[in-house]
T-cell receptor, first 117, second 112 residues
Framework: EPEVTQTPSHQVTQMGQEVILRCVPI?????FYWYRQILGQKVEFLVS????????KSEIFDDQFSVERPDGSNFTLKIRSTKLEDSAMYFC???????????????FGDGTRLSIL | DQQVKQNSPSLSVQEGRISILNCDYT??????FLWYKKYPAEGPTFLIS?????DKNEDGRFTVFLNKSAKHLSLHIVPSQPGDSAVYFC???????????FGKGTRLHILP
């Protein structure tokens, strides 16, 4: 069964450094998402991406965050200058159709644990 | 902001019996409700969903019930198996949105 893959599984970075989290969505999917889960808290939506542009973003997704689909397979999340509070598990997801208008579920990767020191 | 609420952090059920996981929501604009299952060190895995125009959806051992007037849904697992031990997330989405809004999750323990 096709799956969403994320690399690395664990990233340790010094505060203030830039970090790029990578994802390979399911190949025929058209909608891409990033979520995060701070330890002990809910899974929270960050951003959705379709047709090479952001289609929706949350308040968390400020100017320090950016997303890109640099080629036909990868989908990346960049945090420009990391803060301690960015420490979390970051999940990439993809779906065939737009979540809100279909019963097509979002499929999640296994996440990247980001630790900011 | 607690639009999706799972009030039971954990639940223990004997193997072979029925597991019932509950979820409440506050936003009447939600159109789809989803259940995800999560094992440690893995991402959430989609389990089953239901449209807001239905009151029941069944897939094998899993059935989701939706009570719109009470803004409540539940996931029934019958019979419960050891592999069902995991964290279960209730989630919802609205037709105007791309995002899924998750509850905090319920940890299900299936006892031998």
């Amino acid at each position: 069964e096709p799956e969403v893959t994320q690399t690395p599984s664990h990233q340790v970075t010094q505060m203030g450094q830039e970090v790029i989290l990578r994802c390979v969505p399911i190949s025929n999917h058209l909608y891409f998402y990033w979520y995060r889960q701070i330890l002990g808290q809910k899974v929270e939506f960050l951003v959705s991406f379709y047709n090479n542009e952001i289609s929706e973003k949350s308040e968390i997704f400020d100017d320090q965050f950016s997303v890109e689909r640099p080629d036909g397979s990868n989908f990346t999340l960049k945090i420009r200058s990391t803060k301690l509070e960015d420490s979390a598990m970051y999940f990439c997801a993809s779906s065939l159709k737009r979540q809100g208008r279909s019963n097509q579920p979002q499929h999640f990767g296994d996440g990247t644990r980001l630790s900011i020191l | 902001d607690q639009q999706v609420k799972q009030n039971s952090p954990s639940l223990s059920v004997q193997e072979g019996r029925i597991s019932i996981l509950n979820c409440d929501y506050t936003n009447s604009m939600f159109d789809y409700f989803l259940w995800y299952k999560k094992y440690p060190a893995e991402g959430p895995t989609f389990l089953i969903s239901i449209s807001s125009i239905k009151d029941k959806n069944e897939d094998g051992r899993f059935t989701v019930f939706l009570n719109k007037s009470a803004k409540h849904l539940s996931l029934h697992i019958v019979p419960s198996q050891p592999g069902d031990s995991a964290v279960y997330f209730c989630a919802a989405s609205a037709i105007s949105d791309d995002k899924i809004i998750f509850g905090k999750g319920t940890r299900l323990h299936i006892l031998p």
